[in-house]
């Protein structure tokens, strides 16, 4: 039949690849399809991508990639005829398609020239912050030829969605990848092939699905494996030694750990001023946009990883460095005197972003009693949610904080740890009219909880 064909084996998804990368654009939202570009009707339990074959046909799609489906020939072959110079291509499953399509792709793409690099990214918290940093660092280096992801695509749709993205003019490309159950860095490693990388940290981000911090070490270093396999044991690595679990990474000719109380290369953080000898070279890093002591520690391990990879560099990386703005990510940010994450919270990205507000205030000389906390639920902690919910509350008093505010259905776990907050709610709703009174009366606000509470949405109510 015309038009129509099949594709299961490896060597036919080697075959789609074709002399340019540029001719290969998958596209898996009809929202965003444009003509010229392939469609994968990827599916799910709710979801059936194929319903919209039709319409992106209609906008000029070059292929249809499509899962196996009883009855479904018949409506193919209406489509074939309807569209005689489209390429419909049927699989068992369209998703492992696309990351068998993305690792060959990846793989000639790396194979055509010996000096590109591929670089992976992971870690409980940060792993966004240190691939804009890296990427920042390196596009620097060479404008023009480096690829990261884009956002947050980092899981097993992201990572083949930004593989395609790679074309001849790129040399290095970045991935960041992210994890909630066993064996999805793996996964990805196996899409993606790195032979360079990083982890940023290991906290209890996704501990629920994990069901200990042990299992999320193990998990995290399937990054630091596929590197080591990928690379014949000479890839490029940098991972944080004051951080108790990466400081246990078996040692290899590529690796390399840094920090400020442990590692080889130790980073001594003062003010906006970071030193630290790398290579027998003395670097001096002043960067004066970043206002967070941990970001600038961030900051130190990306530009060791820029200057593993690119010695000769090693001048251009610190310059770059001293130069680097953090975007906005829509994520941890600070607007004015509000310092907003309403996107990600876990134990150990609460406590340091903590840690790192006070470090911020006592910069200024501004007295504690002169900021407010909201503090919203943290997510996928399963049986821990009240033990560590409890111990972040535990921390604020720790940290002489005494304004704050618990919101969301774990209050009563953070009321456990804190005994007279200003308030608790359930509902952000609830918060409302506080919310107003807090903006006008206190210097700086802190606010930080998961996803699922979207207290960006404070930010409206004046």
């Given at each position: 039949m015309q038009g129509l064909h099949f594709f299961s084996k490896v060597p036919s998804i080697k075959s789609m690849i074709g002399p340019h990368h540029?001719?290969?654009?998958?596209?898996?939202?009809?929202?965003?399809?444009?003509?010229?570009?392939?469609?994968?009707?990827?599916?799910?339990?709710?979801?059936?991508?194929?319903?919209?074959?039709?319409?992106?046909?209609?906008?000029?799609?070059k292929a249809v990639v499509y899962t196996t489906k009883t009855g479904r020939d018949e409506v193919v072959k209406k489509l074939a005829a309807d569209y005689p110079h489209v390429l419909f291509i049927e699989t068992t499953d369209s998703l492992t398609f696309i990351q068998q399509l993305a690792s060959a792709y990846i793989q000639d793409w790396r194979q055509k020239k010996p000096s590109r690099k591929i670089i992976g990214i992971t870690g409980s918290n940060g792993k966004t912050t240190h691939k804009e940093m890296i990427s920042y660092l390196l596009t620097s280096l060479f404008p023009g030829k480096v690829l990261a992801t884009k956002g947050n695509l980092n899981n097993h749709i992201g990572v083949p969605l930004t593989i395609f993205k790679?074309?001849?003019?790129?040399?290095?490309?970045i991935i960041e990848m992210g994890m909630n159950h066993p064996g999805e860095i793996g996964e990805l490693c196996a899409i993606a092939h790195p032979e360079h990388g990083m982890i940023t940290n290991i906290g209890s981000a996704h501990i629920e699905f994990m069901h200990s911090?042990?299992?999320?070490?193990?998990?995290?270093?399937?990054?630091?494996?596929?590197?080591?396999?990928?690379?014949?044991?000479?890839?490029?690595?940098?991972?944080?030694a004051d951080d108790v679990f990466l400081a246990k990474l078996e040692p290899s000719k590529g690796l390399t750990t840094?920090?400020?109380?442990?590692?080889?290369?130790?980073?001594?953080?003062?003010?906006?001023?970071?030193?630290?000898?790398?290579?027998?070279?003395?670097?001096?890093?002043?960067?004066?946009n970043i206002l967070e002591h941990h970001n600038l520690k961030n900051l130190a391990g990306t530009a060791i990883l820029a200057m593993k990879l690119f010695p000769d560099r090693f001048y251009d990386v610190v310059k770059s460095a001293s130069e680097y703005e953090q975007p906005n990510m829509n994520r941890s940010q600070w607007i004015d005197n509000l310092f907003?994450?309403?996107?990600?919270?876990?134990?150990?990205?609460m406590?340091?972003?903590?840690?790192?507000?006070?470090?911020?205030?006592?910069?200024?000389?501004?007295?504690?009693?002169?900021?407010?906390?909201?503090l919203g639920d943290m997510n996928e902690l399963g049986v821990f949610a009240e033990e560590l919910h409890k111990e972040i509350a535990q921390h604020l008093q720790i940290l002489g904080i005494k304004n704050v505010s618990f919101i969301g259905r774990y209050k009563d776990f953070y009321l456990s740890g804190f005994n007279n907050p200003k308030?608790?709610?359930?509902?952000?709703?609830?918060?409302?009219?506080?919310?107003?009174?807090?903006?006008?009366?206190?210097?700086?606000v802190f606010v930080k909880a998961s996803r699922s509470l979207q207290l960006e949405t404070l930010l409206s109510i004046v």
């Open positions: 540029v001719d290969l654009i998958i596209n898996t939202d009809s929202r965003t399809f444009k003509p010229g570009e392939t469609f994968v009707a990827l599916h799910g339990e709710n979801f059936d991508g194929f319903n919209y074959a039709e319409q992106v046909l209609k906008s000029g799609a790679i074309t001849d003019e790129h040399d290095i490309a911090i042990d299992n999320i070490f193990k998990e995290k270093t399937s990054l630091y494996r596929s590197v080591l396999s990928n690379a014949g044991g000479e890839g490029m690595f940098v991972v944080n840094y920090g400020e109380k442990n590692g080889e290369v130790r980073v001594n953080i003062e003010g906006h001023k970071m030193t630290f000898n790398f290579a027998g070279k003395e670097a001096l890093i002043t960067n004066n907003l994450d309403a996107y990600n919270a876990n134990p150990s990205s406590r340091t972003s903590l840690d790192s507000f006070v470090n911020v205030m006592k910069k200024k000389n501004i007295n504690l009693d002169e900021c407010y906390f909201v308030s608790a709610h359930l509902k952000k709703e609830e918060f409302h009219d506080e919310w107003k009174a807090i903006r006008k009366n206190y210097k700086y």
